[in-house]
């Protein structure tokens, strides 16, 4: 660690943040009589706080976005001579960074061929909502406006994107919602809706079939989705739900919106989620990893059938896009997610993440057959979850402050990890680990060694 903060005045900082920031996710109360932790540093894996404690990161910057670590000087060298060079213009027109990346990207998404850019993960999904709308009104009536979405799943913060939320205690308290949004079942195998079938993964989908149906199909414009349910659980779905979900969508004219926005650019070790189940979205949505956190940017890529649509007809001052996002103009985005690209590919961090999801997953299996409190580890790739449970056969969810101790033991002993989080009533119990693509064996062992002594204390 650089020490060199320490000749800033630390307690300022810390009395400036006291008085001043509202922290995200955060309960201020507690700050009354204690201080809020303050990241000054990081580099590699490891971040440092104020009083100059070291902690292993394994959730990537809190929120699943530092896939290739901290520190990379070749990203803010990029970044800075871009800023130089041009710092921004509005997305009307064109920029160098933004066509090599967006070219680039591409080159990674086959059968699709457009890259809307914005600035967040929320702001990338309301482009999409707001495409199938306009798609319902420019080819339906308005009629097949409705889009559904997954129970456990999550698309982001805004009014119109928490319509889309499958987390009841994130959307609580923030209606009355946008229209038109339609829940349809989650795929959680090991929380089963319909007992013990024999092809679940069919089963969950044939749910979504049910709910068009009921629905009308010719109401329905979109489906959304994420390829592993992340903050309702880190879920991946059974095997035959992607096939028949693809199917289903074919059927019925319906679009297929992947959210990537956690899974993107490689954390379950492919570049996208949706790849590792053959699936051929309409729309996919990403941010987080994009640019591992070096700069702001989020991407709504299409296929070119979509595109078309809002452009067969230049007479009419109605027919296109009209929409903007001011700082999908900002070049630092797509300047940093190219060098981001480039570390990814010349790293081999695919394999790598493909090579240290299965060690985590090993020692979380482990982990189970020591602690009657694990009852159920899953995930893909770098993307992770153990769900706690007070009784493996009942399959009971452990108290919430019990998952939180954990989480808070491991903090203790300098590994940050994360769970489920004022999500789901009742089921905010899974512990979830995503640390960065460069991860390595004993990076693994020690996040998993932290989380065996704290479920030893916590439940002992």
Same mark, same amino acid.
């Given at each position: 660690m650089?020490?060199?903060?320490?000749?800033?005045?630390?307690?300022?900082?810390?009395d400036?943040?006291?008085?001043?920031?509202?922290?995200h996710?955060?309960?201020?109360? %507690?700050?009354?009589?204690s201080?809020?932790?303050?990241?000054?540093?990081?580099?590699?894996?490891?971040?440092?706080?104020?009083?100059?404690?070291?902690?292993?990161?394994?959730?990537?910057g809190?929120?699943?976005? =530092?896939?290739?670590?901290y520190?990379?000087?070749?990203i803010?060298?990029a970044?800075?001579?871009?800023?130089?060079?041009?710092?921004?213009?509005?997305?009307?027109?064109?920029?160098? %960074?933004?066509?090599?990346?967006?070219?680039?990207?591409?080159?990674?998404?086959?059968?699709?061929?457009?890259?809307?850019?914005?600035?967040s993960?929320?702001?990338?999904?309301?482009k999409?909502?707001?495409?199938?709308?306009?798609?319902?009104?420019? #080819?339906?009536?308005?009629?097949?406006?409705?889009?559904?979405?997954?129970?456990?799943?999550?698309?982001?913060?805004?009014?119109?994107?928490?319509?889309?939320?499958?987390?009841?205690? #994130?959307?609580?308290?923030?209606?009355?919602?946008? %229209?038109?949004?339609?829940?349809?079942?989650?795929?959680?195998e090991?929380r089963?809706?319909?007992?013990?079938?024999?092809?679940?993964?069919?089963?969950?989908?044939?749910?979504?079939?049910?709910?068009?149906?009921?629905?009308?199909?010719?109401?329905?414009?979109?489906?959304?989705?994420e390829?592993v349910?992340?903050?309702?659980?880190? $879920?991946?779905?059974?095997?035959?739900?992607?096939?028949?979900?693809?199917? $289903?969508? !074919?059927?019925?004219?319906?679009?297929l919106?992947?959210?990537?926005?956690?899974?993107?650019? @490689?954390?379950?070790?492919?570049w996208?989620?949706?790849?590792?189940?053959?699936?051929?979205?309409?729309?996919?949505?990403?941010?987080?990893?994009?640019?591992?956190?070096?700069?702001?940017? !989020?991407?709504?890529?299409?296929t070119?059938?979509?595109?078309?649509?809002?452009?067969?007809?230049?007479?009419?001052?109605?027919?296109?896009?009209?929409?903007?996002?001011?700082?999908? @103009?900002?070049?630092?985005? %797509?300047t940093? !997610?190219?060098?981001?690209?480039? $570390?990814?590919?010349?790293?081999?961090?695919?394999?790598?993440?493909?090579?240290?999801?299965?060690?985590?997953?090993?020692?979380?299996?482990?982990?189970?057959d020591?602690?009657?409190?694990?009852?159920?580890?899953?995930?893909?790739?770098?993307?992770?979850? !153990?769900?706690?449970?007070?009784?493996r056969?009942?399959?009971?969810?452990?108290?919430?402050?019990?998952?939180?101790?954990?989480?808070?033991?491991?903090?203790?002993?300098?590994?940050i990890?994360?769970?489920?989080?004022?999500?789901?009533?009742?089921?905010?119990?899974?512990?979830?680990?995503s640390?960065?693509?460069?991860?390595?064996p004993?990076? =693994?062992?020690?996040?998993?060694?932290?989380?065996?002594?704290?479920?030893?204390? =916590?439940?002992?």
């Amino acid at each position: 660690m650089d020490a060199s903060f320490l000749s800033n005045d630390i307690e300022n900082v810390v009395d400036s943040d006291k008085a001043h920031v509202w922290h995200h996710l955060t309960q201020h109360k %507690p700050y009354d009589s204690s201080d809020p932790r303050i990241i000054v540093e990081g580099k590699g894996m490891l971040v440092w706080d104020q009083h100059g404690k070291e902690h292993l990161d394994a959730v990537s910057g809190g929120v699943w976005t =530092v896939n290739v670590g901290y520190g990379r000087e070749s990203i803010a060298n990029a970044v800075r001579d871009q800023l130089i060079k041009l710092n921004y213009f509005a997305g009307s027109a064109g920029s160098v %960074p933004g066509a090599q990346f967006a070219h680039k990207l591409i080159d990674k998404m086959p059968g699709l061929s457009r890259v809307y850019y914005c600035n967040s993960g929320s702001e990338a999904n309301e482009k999409a909502f707001k495409m199938i709308r306009q798609i319902a009104h420019k #080819r339906h009536g308005g009629r097949k406006h409705k889009i559904l979405y997954r129970d456990r799943d999550y698309h982001g913060t805004t009014i119109t994107c928490l319509s889309a939320g499958g987390q009841d205690e #994130r959307n609580a308290q923030y209606g009355p919602y946008t %229209p038109g949004f339609v829940r349809v079942p989650h795929c959680l195998e090991y929380r089963s809706q319909w007992g013990e079938v024999d092809n679940y993964g069919e089963r969950a989908a044939d749910a979504i079939e049910e709910v068009i149906l009921r629905e009308g199909p010719d109401t329905i414009g979109g489906l959304c989705l994420e390829p592993v349910t992340a903050g309702g659980g880190v $879920i991946p779905a059974p095997q035959g739900y992607w096939e028949r979900v693809q199917e $289903i969508c !074919a059927k019925y004219d319906i679009l297929l919106h992947i959210d990537e926005v956690v899974c993107g650019v @490689g954390r379950t070790g492919a570049w996208f989620g949706y790849q590792n189940y053959g699936v051929k979205p309409d729309l996919v949505t990403m941010a987080k990893g994009v640019a591992s956190g070096y700069a702001a940017i !989020a991407c709504l890529v299409t296929t070119e059938s979509v595109f078309e649509m809002f452009k067969d007809d230049a007479e009419d001052p109605m027919s296109y896009f009209r929409d903007i996002s001011t700082f999908g @103009g900002c070049t630092a985005g %797509p300047t940093a !997610a190219l060098e981001n690209l480039r $570390i990814i590919e010349q790293e081999n961090l695919l394999d790598n993440t493909l090579a240290m999801g299965d060690r985590v997953l090993d020692n979380l299996r482990a982990l189970q057959d020591k602690h009657k409190v694990i009852g159920d580890v899953r995930g893909k790739g770098l993307f992770c979850g !153990a769900e706690l449970v007070a009784d493996r056969a009942s399959k009971e969810p452990v108290a919430e402050k019990r998952v939180q101790a954990v989480v808070a033991d491991c903090m203790k002993q300098g590994v940050i990890i994360g769970a489920t989080n004022r999500s789901l009533p009742g089921f905010n119990n899974t512990l979830c680990l995503s640390p960065a693509l460069i991860c390595t064996p004993d990076d =693994v062992d020690r996040i998993t060694d932290a989380i065996d002594q704290a479920l030893t204390r =916590v439940f002992a």
